[in-house]
């Protein structure tokens, strides 16, 4: 059995691979731009809701599942829209 240290290892070290990969594909190598990484476990609406305190701007992604639905807002941005206390910019990938 391996033990909940390990694996709680083992998933921290694959999310810091999955936001370094994202940021260098979203960011790539923009200078001068103030960039703050951190990973947390928790309901994600809530969490950038209270980190965006006292923030200039949130900038949230949305998954645009296409067609009618993509014309919505996802549960987590939608959050961030009506809760957050500073603008909220929200990205949608590029078709």
């Known amino acids: 059995m391996i033990p909940p240290v390990e694996i709680e290892a083992a998933g921290q070290a694959a999310a810091e691979a999955v936001v370094s990969r994202l940021e260098l594909d979203i960011l790539g190598g923009s200078p001068g731009l103030d960039v703050t ?7 994600p609406a809530e969490l950038l809701v209270e980190e965006a305190k006292g923030a200039e701007l949130l900038v949230v992604g949305s998954r645009g599942r296409g067609g009618l639905l993509s014309l919505t807002l996802g549960s987590v941005s939608s959050a961030c829209v009506h809760h957050a206390r500073c603008p909220v910019l929200v990205l949608r990938r590029r078709q």
Do not use: C, S
């Open 37 to 43: 990484r951190r990973i947390e476990a928790g309901p």
